[in-house]
């Protein structure tokens, strides 16, 4: 049974760097006919898909429009799991966090597993 | 605000139909596939539906979807009170993740 379980803190000064980890249990991160994602959810914003990585013989990321420039999503082979990395953040940064698998052999196209979400919140 | 267009509400009594719309465009729905995502308060969402119409194994067959067009529909058959919760629908538009507003389902 693939699990995720998602780790980081709770709360981000502005300007600094939100740095959030997804481990991955029954699964590999390396995997070729996964990817792995991470989202956000706010009562304001909604929820909110800001990017992820896979491994197709190489690795390839892609990241929503609204978070690009700002967003770092990274595999970490050795540790099986891939984190997030969200620069320069904002109060508008502040949200429940969640990471999530897309299985091709699975459920294509599709969320199928997700983490227990990380409410993170920016204030000083 | 959303690219993707659901009501922000809904609502039935146990045992009605009810329908939950997903309105979108050609370059996201009129292309790519949908899944909708159930979601109680304080939890992640859950997948309900992948590829417009396919349940994950678990899910009640009284769940199903559909997709015309650029619009999708979730509909939920035999309503139960364990069906209060949030929807979502959501789809691809050039290799980027889109999620609708949200829909909340009463029943009443």
């Known amino acids: 049974q693939v699990q995720l379980q998602q780790s980081g803190p709770g709360l981000v000064k502005p300007s600094q760097t939100l740095s959030l980890t997804c481990a991955i249990f029954g699964d590999s991160v390396s995997r070729k006919s996964a990817a792995w994602n991470w989202f956000r959810q706010s009562p304001s914003r909604g929820l909110d898909w800001l990017g992820r990585?896979?491994?197709?013989?190489?690795?390839?990321?892609d990241y929503a429009a609204s978070v690009r420039g700002r967003i770092i999503i990274n595999a970490d082979t050795s540790k099986n799991q891939f984190s997030l990395q969200l620069n320069s953040v904002t109060p508008e940064d502040t949200a429940v966090y969640y990471c999530?698998?897309?299985?091709?052999?699975?459920?294509?196209?599709?969320?199928?597993?997700w983490g227990q979400g990380t409410e993170v919140t920016v204030s000083s | 605000q959303s690219v993707l267009t659901q009501p922000p509400s809904a609502s039935g009594t146990p045992g009605q139909r009810v329908t939950i719309s997903c309105s979108g465009s050609?370059?996201?729905?009129?292309?790519?596939?949908v899944s909708w995502y159930q979601q109680f308060p304080g939890t992640a969402p859950q997948l309900l539906i992948y590829?417009?119409?396919q349940r994950p194994s678990g899910v009640p067959g009284r769940f199903s979807g559909s997709k015309s067009g650029t619009s999708a529909s979730l509909a939920i058959s035999g309503l139960q009170s364990e069906d209060e919760a949030d929807y979502y629908c959501a789809t691809w538009d050039d290799n980027l993740a889109l999620f609708g507003g949200g829909t909340k389902l009463t029943v009443l």
């Open positions: 999530a698998r897309e299985d091709e052999l699975g459920p294509r196209d599709a969320f199928d597993i």
């Open positions: 990585t896979y491994y197709r013989s190489q690795w390839y990321d």
């Open positions: 590829t417009n119409d």
């Open positions: 050609n370059s996201n729905i009129g292309r790519n596939p």
